[in-house]
């Protein structure tokens, strides 16, 4: 099980905001079979199998060209655990438990 963050940031839009190129993003995330996700004020978290993860975050990367946007630029952190399984909410709680 994969823990992937991902940012989709459309360059050169008519408005400094993108929440709605966000929202529009997260709309793939809601439809996506298999995975777990997490919006956060900088990115957004997803859980699954790591070539399904992928699959999702390309549709995500092209969401804003499909919107008329130039260029996008998306990046993507991978953490790919495979001596045991773990999840965003096992990551988060492993921290809390040394506090």
Do not use: N
């Not at 709309?27 to 957004?44: N, P």
């Not at 999702?56 to 790919?80: C, L, N, W, Y």
Request: with cysteine; net charge neutral; hydrophobic share 40%.
């Amino acid at each position: 099980m994969a823990v992937v963050e991902v940012s989709v940031v459309p360059i050169g839009t008519s408005t400094p905001g993108l929440s709605a190129y966000v929202a529009d993003c997260l709309k793939v995330l809601q439809q996506a079979e298999g995975i777990k996700y997490e919006l956060t004020s900088m990115g957004t978290i997803i859980e699954g199998e790591l070539d399904r993860v992928l699959d999702v975050v390309r549709q995500m990367h092209e969401v804003p060209f499909a919107g008329g946007v130039s260029r996008v630029v998306t990046t993507v952190k991978i953490d790919d655990r495979r001596d045991k399984a773990h999840t965003m909410a096992g990551k988060v709680s492993a921290v809390k438990s040394k506090l």
